[in-house]
């Protein structure tokens, strides 16, 4: 099924040489979520080159916009439904699709199935998304075998586990994987890393001084870290750790793992 | 506690304000979430355990009928009493008119969650009968007129400092600071009440269908005296509180002490099969069951939330809880706070502002459901009430416009790209970097909630979507 990938799929997880040449390419189709799209695009510009030097032929439909998750966890689902389908039909064909947010992948595999289960035809283009979307972390080291994708980069890092990629949608170790495999990358350990960063979407500006006091622990513990890079695999969490710590004067910058991965390469 | 005109937003800010609450509660439940960590990896496979656990509670509750049957015959056969009570004014009815019968003056309770749920100590205050709380933490936050702030621990809110200030004024004289003067003082002040006592009133973590049996998990060892020592003994129950049989509580006794404390077992574990019989030394006169209802059964056969009746009151999803972490119990406005709380007060009283408030009082990070001994997704249900609560005349109208217009919108991809480029923008002309608000941007309550206590990033210039053609002819070149 991964017919070209065996390259990459050393089971030592060797280093894969940069634009290694595969026999047939395999096809992605980028989900970019909306808050990387009109916040973050650099985060897709970053995955995409990753993706391509691992060998993958990346599209991008311009047919997509939300997963509907904002309007879900508040509780107007028809709202919730009306967005996702047009997800399903940006997504209708056979690629895999990553995305560079376990939140929403979660939304997919997690909520779409009950959102859609009164329709059995939407509900089964539902399970085939879900069953085709992948967290960018995943898809790198379960799809396509890597955990050396040949970056480099000289700081100090910490990396936040995101709630939604953990527990709805089952993200281990694999964003550890990788970046232990970064060249130069000195990752440092996350006391209470479980805990929620206090974002939750629209929690964060219903209940503000709660957010902030969840917020403020997590910067807290990011602080006594030293490092001067947060890692994730959320762009909301990212956003919120590290607008709260800069606002407060920290000079750390959040990377996502996109981006870390990306790191000293050659651009185009 | 729980009348206020507070809404949740305002009571959480001030539990916010309370350096001392924060902190005692932090550290508490902190060594209450390390210690499951450390109590349910020493039985092994935790995960195996859990599933079990969730098996015998969703039979159990698919079969509740059947069960609280054949346990209401084997407690009448042991010579116990079984009373039904619809609601929470019945349940405490029952309790005072067994009381009164008898001439009580002084009840001594062990720790009960349903007690504080049809608020029997009031009801007995306006009965005129003394009801004594005997459990360490219960007895404290009596002694403070307060509510339990945890479903376990009752005064995980209150320092030591502050409960010896409590003790000192009961006691009318000076107390040293230490655990063990605290406690002496608690234990020599009770142990004269349970020898006056008329009445026992106990809770039931879980009664055995099969033999009629009641049981307590406790750890002070007053539980024992108020089951003992009065001629009668009263327990609370809430209707689902039933496993089939021994072999059943086996599988509880795993997962309830280590979920709530990290315990192996607790302290002491009874198992009450009727009143004293004739040839035993020890034990009440009479034993009367109370089983609850208040709201319960109008959960069966819900497809959403039957599973809250799997819930065994470990109080671990309160010690993984990022908002009860901050705020403690009290701000909830409930008797049972925290991720629980918020489930079951609405489901109990749906008719109360608490039904819509608490449901939006998580960031839906999951971390209930994932140490839920019994795996009950209280975070799904979470945003089941919240899909209740949008319902239309339910929500604030400016929400519902905002929610329908901004579904509009991202339906839409050409409207989408249209509206992030007016919002960024926007963006650029009143907020600039993201790390000072201008006049406008302070008129936007999204905003400023966001920007109260964070930057935003700045604006790029273009979306990824603009930014696609030139990565696209990228790999062509």
Partial sequence: MWIGLSTFAAPDGARVEPNAITTRAVRVSLFITCLADQVFPEVGVSMVRVLRRLGCEVRFNQQQSCCGQPHHNAGFTPEARRVARSLLDAFDGDDHVVTPSGSCAAMLHHSYPTLFAEDAEELARAQSLAGRTSEFSQFLVNVLGVEDVGATLERTAVYHPSCHGTRLLGVGNEPLRLLSRVRGLELRPLANSQDCCGFGGLFCVKLPAVSAAMTSEKASHVSATGADVLVGTDLGCLMNVAGHMRANGSKIEAMHLAQVLDSGHAQH | ?477
């Fill in chain 2, 1 to 477: 506690m729980h009348s206020t005109d507070l809404d949740f937003a305002e009571r959480a800010d001030l539990a916010l304000e309370n350096q001392f609450l924060r902190k005692a509660v932090r550290f508490t439940v902190d060594r209450l979430r390390n210690g499951k960590a450390a109590g349910s990896a020493a039985l092994g496979d935790f995960e195996s355990w859990r599933e079990r656990g969730r098996a015998i509670r969703a039979h159990t509750i698919a079969n509740l009928d059947r069960y609280l049957e054949q346990f209401c015959d084997n407690l009448e056969r042991a010579g116990g009493h079984v009373h039904f009570a619809a609601d929470a004014a019945e349940a405490s009815e029952i309790c005072v008119r067994i009381a009164k019968d008898r001439q009580a003056k002084l009840a001594v309770k062990s720790k009960s969650m349903v007690s504080e749920e049809i608020e029997l100590n009031r009801h007995f205050e306006a009965a005129g009968i003394e009801a004594l709380e005997t459990d360490l933490g219960e007895w404290i936050v009596q002694l403070a007129h307060e509510a339990p702030a945890h479903i376990i621990l009752p005064c995980i809110h209150k320092s030591r400092g502050e409960i010896r200030a409590l003790f000192e004024r009961h006691a009318g004289a000076e107390l040293a600071e230490d655990t063990a003067t605290l406690a002496g003082y608690a234990r020599k002040t009770l142990r004269q009440r349970f020898l006056e006592a008329d009445i026992g009133i106990s809770g039931c973590n879980f009664a055995i269908a099969d033999t009629g049996s009641i049981t307590m998990f406790t750890n002070e060892g007053n539980g024992r005296l108020v089951t003992t020592l009065p001629r009668t003994h009263i327990a609370l129950m809430g209707m689902e509180r039933i496993v089939p049989s021994f072999a059943d509580l086996a599988v509880m006794a795993e997962l309830l002490p280590r979920s709530a404390t990290g315990q192996k077992l607790t302290t002491y574990l009874n198992v009450i099969s009727g009143p004293r019989r004739a040839n035993e030394a020890d034990g009440p006169d009479e034993l009367h069951v109370v089983i609850v209802d208040n709201g319960r059964s109008n959960q069966l056969g819900d497809p959403d939330f039957q599973a809250i009746l799997h819930c065994i009151r470990c109080g671990a999803c309160l010690n993984v809880c990022p908002v009860y972490r901050q705020i403690g119990g009290h701000a909830y406005g409930s008797v049972y706070p925290g991720p629980i709380g918020a489930v079951l007060s609405p489901l109990f009283q749906p008719e109360q502002e608490l039904a819509t408030e608490l449901a939006d009082a998580s960031s839906l990070c999951g971390a209930c459901h994932e140490a839920c001994p019994v795996k009950i997704p209280i975070h799904d249900m979470l945003v089941k009430l919240r899909e209740r609560n949008a319902r239309p005349g339910r929500k604030s109208r400016t929400e519902r416009l905002m929610m329908e217009l901004s579904a509009s919108v991202l339906s839409s991809p050409a409207a989408f790209a249209r509206a992030g480029r007016v919002a960024r923008l926007l963006q650029r002309w009143t907020i600039f970097d993201g790390s000072r608000m201008t006049f406008l941007a302070r008129r936007i309550p999204v905003v400023k909630n966001w920007l109260g206590t964070r930057r935003l990033p700045p604006p790029p210039k273009r979306a990824f979507r603009d930014l696609w053609p030139d990565l696209e002819r990228e790999v062509k070149s």
